[in-house]
């Protein structure tokens, strides 16, 4: 846990413009004043394009004392890949100006935007796990089957226009489509298994898409571990009922599994499409996640009791 004082620093601020109904341009210059004031030398840049805040970390010279970003979970997924990929790695700050801000919730960051901003001047260092997928990272949530691919399958336009609504119309438009699975061959901790499966979830945070995620109760941040669901197809409406009761209930069944794990693998037949911090992450036939303890810092509010109490 380390304590950004106020003394003259250099940050480098990465936005998304269009990200949560493009917030972020009625808060810019309030958010700037904010590091300003607290001593920071701010340097600005506004994404381009999907993957240009990687590219841009990546590419960012030696020098900064932080780098912040503000926009939704895969603005953030981005960044955290880039600062993934650098051999010197420094704080990252966090304004969510996103639609859901699901690892914002999991971390108590504000949702309001000069607040938020305030936490990264004055917060305290996180030091977080993150998950490496095949060759790729992601901060909080891989996932593949049903639903999984609404986040970044839902128009910009219409998140703009609707917000976190928007995911909930796309959702509610697909109710009564045939629930598809996919044949896969699971491996961790020296179990192997073989099914059917219609949903899996990788996981390091209270929240995903925006609702409590199953099993929040024992979610540890910095332990090293995944909190893993995978459901296997139901064959009847009976058996889609008890599906429904053990995800209601955050409980396991002969369908429905939940544990926790550091790796874990998955082989399948075809290509399934997997979705990394609510982007897409690639359709693939082999997968490899390997959680990477603490492995980026990132400012949290002082009084989260995060580095103390882990368990939410």
Known sequence: ???????QKKMYFI????AGMERIRSNLLDIIDIFVKADFEVTVYPTQDRGDASRAVREMKDGYDLLVCSGGDGTLDEVVSGMMQRE???PVGYVPAGSTNDFARTLKIPRDMRKAAEVVTRGVEFKCDTGSFNDKYFVYVAAFGVF???SYGTEQDLKNTFGHLAYIM???SRIGDPLESFHMKVVHDGITEENDYVYGMISNSVSVAGFKSPGRQNVILDDGLFEVALIKKPEDPMELGEVAGAVMNGSSNDLVSYFKTDEISFESSGEVAWTLDGEFGGSLKEVNIRNCRRAFGIMVPADAGLPDKMSF
């Open 88 to 90: 010197k790695k420094i």
């Open 15 to 18: 936005y998304n413009p269009h």
């Open 170 to 172: 796309e959702a509610m």
């Open 148 to 150: 999984t691919d609404i």
């Open 1 to 7: 846990m380390a304590v950004l004082m106020n003394m």
